[in-house]
């Protein structure tokens, strides 16, 4: 079956940095997605990771490690618009597998 | 290039009646994926159509169901809705063949409530 584990909530100052953990555990695994949701809005796609190592995009960065079953989402000079839900999806059984996300809290 | 559109947005049922949901893709964006959103659960995979075929499918029961026309909009139905049912019913598009691992873009969601 698929297991996917985030933290529920955190909460990080403005113009910090933060780490969202993901760990998974998936058949078929081909690759790990972020995506980003606001209260009362569509999830919108962050990042995508299929092979190991980190990926960088401006203030965001993933990491992924396939044989950990281990990703996170990296957020840097954190601002107040950056408050959502992340969610961590994986791709296994031909399906795509959301964990139930993280809630971030960015406070002044 | 408009976004993921889905119709309607907002919804009141009551237990036992039937209800069907719209979604139109993103222009070329053939694969329609639908998902089911509450707060305890997060978000589960419903079913995903491609060329008018479902593709792959989550572990819901028979009264969910979907189709997809000749122009990828895709429409689910849901049949003797229940309390549980109420959620936020979400569409995602991507652009090709290449199934769970293509990106997909969500639309606006639609607001189920079960009376």
């Known amino acids: 079956g698929q297991n996917i584990d985030q933290p529920t909530e955190m909460t990080a100052t403005e113009g910090a940095i933060v780490q969202i953990n993901c760990t998974y555990q998936t058949s078929g695994f081909n690759g790990l997605f972020w995506y980003q949701q606001h209260a009362g809005e569509a999830p919108t796609f962050l990042s995508y990771?299929?092979?190991?190592g980190l990926e960088e995009k401006g203030r965001f960065s993933s990491f992924l490690s396939r044989s950990k079953g281990y990703s996170y989402l990296l957020l840097k000079e954190l601002q107040m618009k950056d408050s959502a839900s992340y969610l961590c999806?994986?791709?296994?059984?031909?399906?795509?597998?959301f964990g139930t996300g993280t809630r971030l809290t960015v406070i002044p | 290039k408009a976004g993921v559109t889905q119709t309607p947005r907002y919804l009141i049922k009551t237990r036992g009646q039937q209800v069907t949901l719209s979604c139109s893709p993103i222009?070329?964006?053939?694969?329609v994926s639908w998902y089911q959103q509450t707060p305890g659960q997060g978000l589960q995979f419903l079913f995903e159509y491609f060329s008018e075929t479902q593709r792959n499918k989550g572990n819901f029961p028979g009264r969910f169901s979907g189709r997809q026309f000749s122009n990828s909009r895709s429409e689910m139905n849901v049949s003797t809705l229940e309390l549980g049912d109420s959620a936020l019913y979400l569409c995602?598009?991507?652009?090709?063949?290449?199934?769970?691992?293509?990106?997909?873009?969500f639309g606006p969601g639609t607001r189920l409530t079960v009376l």
């Open positions: 990771n299929v092979l190991d």
């Open positions: 222009s070329g964006h053939r694969s």
């Open positions: 995602a598009s991507s652009l090709s063949a290449g199934g769970p691992a293509d990106t997909q873009y």
């Open positions: 999806a994986v791709t296994g059984a031909n399906n795509l597998f």
